[in-house]
Every structure is written in C-alpha cells, then in structure tokens.
C-alpha cells in the first residue's frame, strides 16, 4: 500500500466548510484521510503500492503478464494510468489496462485477474487500485468534501497448483442509479468548457442519502451470494473487508449478516474513502499486523458509482507478514530513473530513425 504523507483532519475540514469535528466522526467515523501533494499523483502511487507488492511477492516487473489498475481518477482519459505504472515499473512484458467499475473497481479487477489467471492465457497479475480523488473533490461542498482521500494498494496473482485464492465472485451493476454518483462533465457527454467549470461540474456529485441506501442493502445480500456460490458459509469466513466509505454503512452491514463488527477489518477512521484503494488498503494492514493469516477465507466487498457492486470470497494464500519493512522513497528514485532511461533511448531511436529515413 502507499498513501500519501500528508493528513487532512476534520480539524483542519472545520477551518475549510461549516462542519464539525464532531459531525463527521459520527456521521462518518473518518478523523482524517491522506491528500495527495502536487508531486504526487494516481500513478505515483500505484507505482509504489505495485513495487512494494512485487516485492512481498518476490517477483521482479518482468515476470508479470497483466497490469490492471482499478481507479476512479486516472491521470487521463487515455493512456490508462496502468500503462504509466507499466512503464515506470519496468514491466515490458505485461499488457496493462485501465478499469473503471468506480468504488468497486478493485474487487471486478481481482475478479478478472484470477480468470484470467484459471483460463491458462496468463500466469501473474498485478491488480492495483489507486487514488487521486482529491483532485475532484469541492472543497466548498460539505456534503462530499468530508469523505475521499487518496492512496493505492496493489495484489499480484500468480497461478498456483494448490488450492485456495479467488474462490468465488459475484459482480453487479444497476446503471438506473448513474446519477447518484458521478462526475457530472470532462467525459465525452459534457466535455470540460468554460460553462462547466464554471458550474462545478467537474467535480464529484454525490446523493449522500440514496447511496446510503444502496450500500446498506447490497453489501450483506452480495456477500450471502458470493459465500454460496463457493459453498461456504458465514461460519467459514475469518474476515470480512469491505469498501471503507462509512463506519455506519459498515455497522449496518454487519448486522444485516448478524456477524459482529470485530471480524470486520475497518480502517476509515484515518483515511476516508480512498475509492479502489480502500479494500487493498485494509487487506494490506489486516496482514502486516497479523489478524490475516494463510488459510483464512476472506471477503471482499465493495460498492460504488455506476451503480455497481460485488463481492469476493477468498482464500488468504500469499504472505502473512512482508518480509522487511520498505522505504517508499528508494522505490521513487529507482522508477524515475528507469522511466528517464527508456525516454533517453527512444531519442536517441527517433534521430537514427529521423536520419534512415
Ligand atoms: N457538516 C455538517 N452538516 C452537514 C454536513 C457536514 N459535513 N454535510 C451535510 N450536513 C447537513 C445537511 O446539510 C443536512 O442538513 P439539513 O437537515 O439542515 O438539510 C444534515 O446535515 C443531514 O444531512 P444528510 O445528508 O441527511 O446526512 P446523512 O446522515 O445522510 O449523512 C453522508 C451524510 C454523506 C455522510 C451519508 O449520507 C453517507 O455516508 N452516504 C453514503 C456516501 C458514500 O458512501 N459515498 C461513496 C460511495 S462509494
């Protein structure tokens, strides 16, 4: 995982829109969440969750054949933010592709990544989910500008004789509720102008209240699915590790399945909703501090924008702990160095090119 060193308390949100502290604690159960500074962006950190991961997994870039990032702010419309992590990672022999299912997006990229894997056409994944959401947040609206924060968590996939991994998933859309969630211009329908700047409307709309609703009612229905599909059930399940938009969202949850909160790994409380990054985030913590473990069936759930949902069940097989503790920083000088290389080498192409032509 990587996020952002810079914190944003509801302190500091008090002195920005008329809220309260104490109003975001208990409508939401967020104190604070990470910001991204000016150098730093969705890829940035996609690229030190995936690098971190390549680590723990004991992979080097090459070895992998897929990049899928997860994201709801890509750095463009296109290139997709995953061929950016592609390259600074040095993956050359990995296709890479942006996906969009918002919130949910890295539970349907686990999902693609472990078929993909089963079919036989690829052997290692690498499924990031990462964040600038930020940069569409207004922060003149209390209603949303109190909730995102950005970040990224990353998982690879390596197909595996032994039993476990993706067990079963079930992902759903209901694009009847597009409007509650959305990003309402800067896309091919309302491209950016003058007129929709000037109107806010590249920026992240939200009916707080109806997608409260959604997500309370999807998040125990789909998880039920998912276990019954992989012939499980609740009784066989360690952790739950939902999408952390919500401490409430969560809580109700927990007692639609009637499972107590404590086998729930929730963490919004210091980072918001980080959107795709949020469910690698918590699965990333819940392991390097010991509650996941090899062999505990897990499941993820997520809901979000579209309106979409899903959940995965799973059978925690990689690492338990990582094997030492990573200093992000050594990771940026080694892909700044690698990109600027490559950029070098295709100038120096582009004049022998320029003079054979
Ligand atoms: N500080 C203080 N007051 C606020 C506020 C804030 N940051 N934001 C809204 N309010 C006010 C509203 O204006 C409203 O005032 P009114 O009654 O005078 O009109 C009142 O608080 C209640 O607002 P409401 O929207 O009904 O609050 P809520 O209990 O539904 O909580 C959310 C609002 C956004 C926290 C909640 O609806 C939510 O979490 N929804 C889901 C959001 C989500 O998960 N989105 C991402 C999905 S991936």
Redo the contacts with the bound molecule.
């Keep these: 995982m990587a996020v952002p060193e810079k914190v944003l308390t509801n302190q500091d949100?008090e002195k920005m829109?008329?809220?309260?502290n104490e109003?975001?604690l208990s409508?939401?159960g967020i104190r604070e969440r990470r910001i991204v500074n000016e150098s730093q962006s969705t890829s940035s950190l996609g690229i030190e969750a995936a690098l971190k991961a390549l680590d723990v997994a004991n992979l080097k870039p090459g070895e992998l054949d897929l990049i899928i990032c997860a994201t709801s702010s890509p750095e463009y419309i296109f290139p997709a933010t995953a061929s950016l992590i592609q390259d600074r990672i040095g993956a050359n022999k990995a296709g890479a592709f942006d996906l969009l299912a918002?919130?949910?997006g890295f539970v349907y990229g686990l999902n693609m990544a472990a078929q993909a894997i089963r079919s036989g056409s690829i052997k290692r994944a690498l499924v990031v989910g990462a964040e600038s959401l930020t940069r569409y947040v207004n922060w003149e609206d209390?209603?949303?500008?109190?909730?995102?924060g950005d970040g990224a968590g990353a998982f690879v996939l390596e197909a595996s004789q032994e039993p476990g991994g993706v067990l079963s998933s079930v992902l759903r859309s209901d694009g009847s509720g597009s409007e509650l969630?959305t990003i309402p211009a800067s896309g091919s329908k309302n491209p950016a102008t003058e007129a929709t700047v000037r109107a806010g409307l590249h920026y992240i709309y939200?009916e707080?209240?109806?997608?409260?609703r959604f997500?309370t009612r999807v998040m125990a229905q789909s998880t039920r699915e998912a276990l019954a599909m992989a012939g499980l059930t609740l009784d066989d399940v360690q952790w739950i590790i939902p999408?952390q938009?919500?401490y409430?969202?969560i809580e109700t949850a927990a007692r639609g399945l009637k499972m107590p909160l404590d086998r729930f790994v929730i963490n919004v409380e210091r980072y918001g909703?980080t959107?795709t990054a949020s469910i690698p985030i918590a699965a990333c913590e819940a392991i390097e501090d010991g509650r996941v473990k090899v062999g505990d069936k897990i499941v993820f759930v997520?809901?979000?924008?579209g309106l979409t949902w899903a959940s995965l069940v799973a059978e925690w097989t990689g690492p338990s702990a990582p094997r030492k503790k990573v200093d992000p920083r050594r990771y940026r000088v080694w892909a700044r160095l690698r990109s600027l290389l490559r950029r070098v080498l295709r100038f120096f192409e582009g004049i022998i090119w320029g003079r054979n032509a």
């Design positions: 949100l829109v008329d809220t309260t109003w975001i409508r939401t918002a919130c949910t209390r209603n949303t500008c109190i909730l995102f969630l939200m707080g209240k109806e997608v409260f997500a999408h938009a919500n409430r969202i909703n959107s997520g809901f979000g924008g």
